[in-house]
């Protein structure tokens, strides 16, 4: 069936280095993109998201990179600091879906190394 | 601005017995959802509506039950609750009928089933 979901289970970096999470996706028809930040005992947070017609997009600190020809999706947080810690989620919906309807990965935990 | 309100934070039941996990916003959002996470896996969604008076089943909707009165409240029933239930739920709310706002996720409710 068709899912999203994440390469690494968890990820440790050095505290001011940069930070790559990827995902992929094997829904073709997925057209908006999302990345949310879960910390322990909270609800997932947005970060970015991004749309279909766009290949990169860039926040504070973070850029999604979107790959629609081998449905691959990035996160990349430059500098990263210990607030970073947290469980990041990729999500996706398609056109005949709504925000409401978002399919989720399983979620990659990053730790940062003081 | 409250945002998205869960309650109650934790609760532990018996096989067999019902209960109620409320969900309430107040920026006036037309969709809401629940979704389960459980340990090593991603959301996932179980209800979800798109405005007051209308509901849909998601993923995994089984043993649970969902009403829309209000545009602010969104409650999701176990009417015979089971340990496989045993989960952390998040309930979401988002503004736009598009697929590309963001969801605002509440700080989830730890349901323990024994």
């Known amino acids: 069936g068709e899912s999203v979901g994440l390469h690494l289970p968890t990820l440790s970096v050095q505290e001011g280095d940069n930070s790559i999470i990827n995902c992929a996706y094997s829904n073709s028809a997925s057209d908006y993109f999302i990345w949310y930040k879960q910390e322990s005992g909270k609800g997932p947070q947005f970060i970015i998201d991004i749309r279909s017609n766009m290949d990169k997009r860039q926040g504070q600190r973070v850029t999604v990179l979107l790959n629609k020809t081998v449905k691959h999706l990035s996160l990349q947080i430059a500098a990263t600091q210990p607030g970073d810690s947290a469980v990041y989620f990729c999500a996706e919906t398609s056109p005949t879906g709504a925000n409401s309807k978002l399919t989720f990965g399983k979620g990659i935990t990053l730790s940062v190394r003081p | 601005n409250a945002g998205v309100t869960q309650t109650p934070k934790f609760q532990v039941l018996k096989t067999g017995q019902s209960m109620t996990l409320q969900c309430a916003q107040d920026m006036n959002h037309e969709y809401m959802s629940w979704y389960r996470q459980d340990p090593g896996m991603g959301l996932r969604l179980i209800h979800y509506s798109v405005g007051a008076g209308i509901t849909d089943q998601g993923e995994v909707p089984n043993g649970y039950n969902v009403s829309r009165s209000t545009t602010e409240d969104f409650p999701l029933r176990l009417l015979s609750a089971a340990p496989s239930q045993t989960s952390v739920y998040f309930c979401?709310?988002?503004?736009?009928?598009?697929?590309?706002?963001?969801?605002?996720f509440g700080q989830g409710t730890r349901l323990t089933v024994v």
């Open positions: 979401a709310s988002s503004y736009s009928t598009q697929a590309n706002t963001e969801a605002f």
